[in-house]
Nanobody, 121 residues
């Protein structure tokens, strides 16, 4: 399974972006999805996760109330609002062959290449 994450870019503080994660030739129907990020000089961290059904979601405390993870059978999305400079990072999507979401990178089976989000004036 090859994942493609896109939608990153340069945005002003307070702005919004929507990231998308898709795969070619396969659907995510029975896979849980997640987003992680890594800022320069920092460790990779969990951002948001969603179960296969979309009925369960989880967020890092730093993004709660600002980010929303959603999905359909072919794409996992991350809507990012009220962006802050500290949200600047490379964002990675991931999926796992499991119905339940996870906050742990190593519990995912497939990862995208990352898309850069820069929040700056």
């Amino acid at each position: 399974v090859q994942l493609q994450a896109y939608g990153g870019g340069l945005v002003l503080p307070g702005g919004s972006l929507r990231l998308s994660c898709t795969t070619s030739g396969r659907t995510f129907s029975l896979y849980a999805g997640g987003w992680f990020r890594q800022a320069p000089g920092k460790a990779r961290e969990f951002v948001a996760g969603i179960s296969w059904s979309g009925g369960a979601t989880s967020y890092a405390d730093s993004v709660k109330g600002r980010f929303t993870v959603s999905r359909d059978s072919a794409t996992v999305y991350l809507q990012m609002n009220s962006l802050k400079s500290e949200d600047t990072a490379v964002y990675y999507c991931a999926v796992r062959r499991n119905a339940a979401l996870s906050r742990v990178w190593d519990e995912y089976d497939y990862w995208g290449q990352g898309t850069l989000v820069t929040v700056s004036s």
